[in-house]
Nanobody, 126 residues
Framework: QVQLVESGGGSFETGVSLRLSCVAQ????????VGWFRQRPGKGREGVAA????????WYATAPRGRFTISHDDAKKTAYLQIANVNPGDTAMYFC???????????????????WGQGTQVTVSS
């Protein structure tokens, strides 16, 4: 059974750094594109970063670039999203997703991703 499970969310104060994790289970292909998305209150789902687990190529959205770092641990089948210096604007539900159709990452369009986790909530207070 294909499953993506996020963790690492919670309540944080402005200025701290945090790391979200996404464990992938049940994928038949060892190499996929794994993306991180977020949905802020009243907004649509937006891509933040993506990484192709085979070649380590990465994509970042233009807006939050610089504070977000995506990485992947092959042995643990886990993707990470590190967010530095969080602020209330980072408050959102964060999702990871997998695109198993391409041998590369095509960016942050949610429609390109076939499998989704349930999300982990990040709340940042000022």
């Amino acid at each position: 059974q294909v499953q993506l499970v996020e963790s690492g969310g919670g309540s944080f104060e402005t200025g701290v750094s945090l790391r979200l994790s996404c464990v992938a289970q049940g994928f038949s292909k060892p190499r996929n594109c794994v993306g991180w998305f977020r949905q802020r209150p009243g907004k649509g789902r937006e891509g933040v970063a993506a990484i192709y687990t085979g070649g380590q190529s990465v994509w970042y959205a233009t807006a939050p670039r610089g504070r977000f770092t995506i990485s992947h641990d092959d042995a643990k089948k886990t993707a990470y999203l590190q967010i530095a210096n969080v602020n209330p604007g980072d408050t959102a539900m964060y999702f990871c997703a997998a695109d198993i159709t391409r041998p590369y990452c095509n960016g942050g369009n949610p429609r390109d991703y076939q499998y989704w986790g349930q999300g982990t909530q990040v709340t940042v207070s000022s």
